[in-house]
């Protein structure tokens, strides 16, 4: 057991990133967009439940808006038993058959589990069993494998000494062993790194196989976390394109804890972000407004442009923050955030922004075109809230 990391960690540093096949980008060409048990659910989870979440997530048109991976996320682990086959607990009885009936409904399957021995929430994981556990997977049927590091940080303190570099090393040869296993079953399945951005993630992730990686530890369904952790992603656009996703974890919208300005901030902003859109939130009980956030076909399309360019920050003045990401055609969408507690008039600077010219806007939020705007222009923003448009050359 003691050099089972040895050959990628050769492989890393002796041959480079090149020696391992990136899994293909077209597996995630714009970001990854489903579903996941954990915001909402947490351990509460079954077959039943995911199946009537999946049920839902097509008669309310989240499915036919773009939503497709459906997450099981920790909480399905059961035990291993002598031959090494992990088994889910009684509340899966047949992973194949959910698997199956995901399918069924034009969905895919996703699930969860991490590279040490343990999960975070101490159920089974896949350490030593890595390979077993990718060709079972793949046999149920699986198209997103969400790996979280949780207890492989006691393997990376004990097999490194303490020893930072050394701790990184065995860190990422552990995502690319289960990389390479999920390549060698010959289903293509999107890898979600988890380990809450650690190492800068960011600048290597792509070279171990990740598809996405969370940058940051987990949400929660407060205004000051989301927040928190969703304008801290300002400087990391570069790192993320086709096929290689930056996550800052899964969706909070309808979960209760947002007033509706604070959900379409959110929304917003992972939009922009072009983060992986994950709902969280529980698809049976969706109110009026949870559905007009997370069904914004127009917010959505900032999300899944196909440029797959991320947005970043142009320019802020304290907490009044303007955020950009271009889009295919020339188009730029524009995110007028206030942060205070007022509602706030901010001014768009389209020089800031880099843009020549006049542009026409059209309000996202509203759904509506605001006609002609310039330099001088004033928008009004809610507390804590967003004015989401997107700019186009006027008269194009
Ligand atoms: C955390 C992870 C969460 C969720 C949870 C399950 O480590 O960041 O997104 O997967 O584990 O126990």
């Known amino acids: 057991m003691k050099n089972r990391f040895l050959v990628p960690i050769v492989c890393f540093f002796v041959l480079g990133f090149g020696c391992a096949f990136a899994q293909t980008p077209d597996l995630a060409p714009t970001p990854p967009m489903g579903w996941s048990t954990w915001n909402y659910f947490h351990h509460e989870i079954s077959d039943a439940l995911v199946r009537a979440q999946a049920d839902a997530m097509v008669s309310s048109g989240m499915r036919d808006a773009g ?72 046999s149920w049927g699986v198209d997103y494998l969400k790996y979280d590091l949780c207890s492989f940080r006691e393997i990376m303190q004990h097999e490194s000494g303490g020893n930072l570099q050394k701790s990184d090393a065995i860190m990422k040869a552990a995502y690319e062993k289960m990389h390479q296993d999920l390549l060698n079953t010959g289903r293509p399945i999107v890898f979600g790194m988890c ?33 928190s952790i969703g304008f801290r992603e300002a400087g990391l656009s570069r790192y993320a394109g086709p096929g290689h996703w930056n996550d800052p974890d899964i969706l909070e919208v309808g979960n209760g804890g947002m007033t509706p300005d604070e959900e379409r901030t959110h929304f917003s902003l992972w939009a922009i972000l072009a983060a992986p859109l994950v709902a969280g939130n529980d698809l049976t009980k969706m109110s009026p407004v949870t559905k007009s956030i997370l069904l914004n076909k127009e917010v959505i399309a900032i999300d899944q442009d ?22 295919q055609g020339g188009a730029v969408a524009v995110g007028l955030f206030n942060r205070t507690s007022e509602p706030a008039n901010m001014t768009l600077h389209l020089a800031k922004i880099g843009w020549q010219g006049q542009a026409a806007a059209r309000d996202l939020w509203n759904h509506k075109d605001i006609g002609v705007v310039n330099d001088q222009t004033t928008v009004i923003v809610p507390k804590h809230g967003v004015v989401l448009l997107r700019l186009t050359k006027s008269g194009s």
């Open 306 to 327: 196909p440029l797959g360019k991320q947005g970043d920050r142009a320019y802020a003045t304290g907490p009044l923050e303007v955020w950009t990401k271009p889009l």
């Open 67 to 138: 939503y497709v991976y459906v997450n099981i996320d920790g909480g399905w682990e059961g035990y291993r038993d002598a031959a090494g086959v992990l088994h889910p607990i009684p509340a899966f009885p047949d992973m194949k058959a959910l698997g199956d009936y995901i399918h069924s409904k034009g969905l895919k399957f996703g699930l969860y589990t991490g590279p040490g021995p343990r999960t975070c929430a101490g159920a089974e994981a896949s350490y030593g069993h890595e390979a077993q556990d990718a060709t079972m997977f793949a």
């Open 195 to 227: 380990q809450y951005g650690w190492g800068k993630v960011w600048e290597w992730g792509p070279q171990v196989g990740g598809t996405l990686w969370r940058t940051t530890g987990d949400i929660s369904d407060t205004y000051g976390r989301m927040t």
